[in-house]
C-alpha cells in the first residue's frame, strides 16, 4: 500500500529564502508524481507534474525533483514571496490511475 | 484545456437530508473520476473511484450506501451524500483522469465544501 509523507509539515521563513519540501513514498512503481498547491479553504492547483520518466520539472520559482529508487521528490521554491504562503501537498499516481495524497506542508513566507 | 468544473463550491444542509455534488470534465472525455474528502487540517483521502457505465469501486472504510456515485456519462460524475450528518461536514473535491497518465495526468475540480447543521 503506498503512502506518502511529507516532511516538515509546518514552515514559517522570512521573504527571499530558498527552501525545500520534501515529499517521499513508499512504493516505487508510480506512474507520476504531482505538486499541488491548497490555499485555506480552496482547490488544489497544480504546480508541477513529473513523469515516472522523468527527473525534474522547472516552472517559473519552482523545480521539483523525482527519485524513484530512493522514494523521494523534493519542491524547490526560490526567493520566496508572501504570496506563496499555502499548503503544499505531492501526490503520487501509482495503480489504477489513483492518487495517493501526502500528508502537506504549510508554507507561511514573513514579509 | 482541460478542464474539470465542480458544483457547488459551497453547500449549507440540515442532518438528514441529501445533496449532490457534480463533477463535470468541460473539454475532455473522463472514463475514470475519483473522488477525495479532506476534512480539517488533514490531508486529501481518496473515497472511491468512478468509472463510466459501471459500479463505483470504494476505498476501505467509505460507506456504498451513504456516498452514493454515479458516472452515467464520459462527461459527468456525481457523488450524493445521503442522510448527512454533521460529521460529514467536509471538503469534497473530484479528479478526472484524462486518458494518457503518462504525459498529461489528472486535473481536479475546485472542491465542495459541504457543512451539514
Known amino acids: 500500500k503506498q503512502e506518502v509523507t511529507q516532511i516538515p509539515a509546518a514552515l514559517s521563513v522570512p521573504e527571499g529564502e530558498n527552501l525545500v519540501l520534501n515529499c517521499s513514498f513508499t512504493?516505487?512503481?508510480?506512474?507520476?508524481l504531482q505538486w499541488f498547491r491548497q490555499d485555506p479553504g480552496k482547490g488544489l492547483t497544480s504546480l508541477l507534474l513529473?513523469?515516472?520518466?522523468?527527473r525534474e520539472q522547472t516552472s517559473g520559482r519552482l523545480n521539483a525533483s523525482l527519485d524513484k529508487s530512493s522514494g523521494r521528490s523534493t519542491l524547490y521554491i526560490a526567493a520566496s514571496q508572501p504570496g506563496d504562503s499555502a499548503t503544499y501537498l505531492c501526490?503520487?499516481?501509482?495503480?489504477?490511475?489513483?492518487?495517493?495524497f501526502g500528508t502537506g506542508t504549510r508554507l507561511k513566507v514573513l514579509a | 484545456g482541460a478542464v474539470v468544473s465542480q458544483h457547488p463550491s459551497r453547500v449549507i444542509c440540515k442532518s438528514g437530508t441529501s445533496v449532490k455534488i457534480e463533477c463535470r470534465s468541460l473539454?475532455?472525455?473522463?472514463?475514470?473520476m475519483f473522488w477525495y474528502r479532506q476534512f480539517p487540517k488533514q490531508s486529501l483521502m481518496l473515497m472511491a473511484t468512478?468509472?463510466?457505465?459501471?459500479?463505483?469501486?470504494?476505498e476501505q472504510g467509505v460507506e456504498k450506501d451513504k456516498f452514493l456515485i454515479n458516472h452515467a456519462s464520459l462527461t459527468l460524475s456525481t457523488l450524493t451524500v445521503t442522510s448527512a450528518h454533521p460529521e460529514d461536514s467536509s471538503f469534497y473535491i473530484c479528479?478526472?483522469?484524462?486518458?494518457?497518465?503518462?504525459?498529461?495526468?489528472?486535473?481536479f475540480g475546485s472542491g465542495t465544501r459541504l457543512t451539514v447543521v
Open positions: 501526490a503520487a499516481g501509482s495503480g489504477t490511475y489513483k492518487y495517493i
Open positions: 468512478s468509472n463510466e457505465g459501471s459500479k463505483a469501486t470504494y
Open positions: 512504493d516505487s512503481a508510480i506512474y507520476n
Open positions: 513529473i513523469q515516472s520518466s522523468q
Open positions: 479528479s478526472a483522469f484524462m486518458g494518457d497518465r503518462g504525459s498529461r495526468g489528472y486535473t
Open positions: 473539454d475532455f472525455q473522463a472514463t475514470t
